[in-house]
């Protein structure tokens, strides 16, 4: 059963910043490209189970209300410092970022070490109520935000909801966007949905989601322009490792730096550049992984021949 193709909007968004980030030279002192974005998943908790998630079983990703640790987080903050980093850091991945109660506190030293890089969240906006809005979201955005994107699972009125919000805080199209994740699933609930490195099994109306039985013969530029680091301070080279696959290594013990460069994320990036999807988490996954990150992907291409 083919599934059906939506493309989200934000995908355009970030392949325009990607190709604005690179457009400037962009290397470390070994000559390597730098990522141009950081994707923390900042907590070990979610609220929600949505079917098209992972999170939908509670047995394999049960809420663990941890945080990354923060003098880690300032440590890695502090290498970012050492090589200028203008990129993007964005607070998502496999949680909630807003159950971590002090999460302004990250977003203020990024801002303040960093000032040049563009700082965004992806939330449900379930913590966001009609009493706390002014004072959560003033927070946010007085702590250094630039953007929250708003995924909305439960119907149009909360679009009209946070479409209000904005409204009453004076704030603009680039601060506060709203996605249409209620949607049913003849239009993929309003996702661009994958398998999420096989970690999703999910076979409704025009869907049926699940781990590949062959891997593709298809290049990934994912881990040439990005990285992420999970709550317990493991860096994993894609968001869709859910099952932490590929770790490429620690920001405890190592700089976030050194592990962009190391010897697992070269030959990660090798096989992926020669179209070899073979080894896991990418042999049973299905993304695309060339909508976004051109540019990077060809800059490596020259130097991993």
Known sequence: MKNPIFLDKNIQRVENFVQKYYSKKRTLKNGYPVFSSIEISLNGACNRRCE?????????????????DFSDFKKM?????????????????FCEPLLTKNINDYIQLIRKELPKVNIDMVSNGDVITKKNFKKVLENLFGSGLDTIRLSLYDG?????????????LKLNDDQLITRKR?????????????NRAGSVKLKKGNLDIKPLETSLNKACYIPFHKILID??????????????????????????????CNEISQKTR?????????????????????LNGQKPF????????
Request: hydrophobic share 30%.
């Open 77 to 93: 903050i502090g290498d970012l410092n050492k090589i200028n980093f203008e990129g993007r850091i964005s607070f998502s991945g």
């Open 231 to 260: 709550y317990d301070g493991t860096v994993l080279m894609c968001a869709n490792d859910w099952k932490k696959e590929n770790p490429l290594g620690n920001i405890k013990h190592e700089s976030i730096i050194d592990i962009w």
């Open 156 to 168: 149009p009125h909360q679009v009209d909801y946070f479409q209000d919000i904005k409204k009453k």
């Open 270 to 290: 090798a096989r992926l550049m020669n179209k070899d999807r073979s080894q896991n988490p990418c042999n049973k996954c299905d993304i695309n992984g060339t």
């Open 182 to 194: 209620y949607l049913g699933p003849e239009e993929s609930f309003g996702i661009t949905l994958c």
């Open 298 to 305: 060809d800059l490596w291409k020259k130097i991993l021949k």
């Open 52 to 68: 098209f998630c992972p999170r939908v079983s509670k047995k394999e990703y049960p809420n663990l209300y941890q945080s990354l």
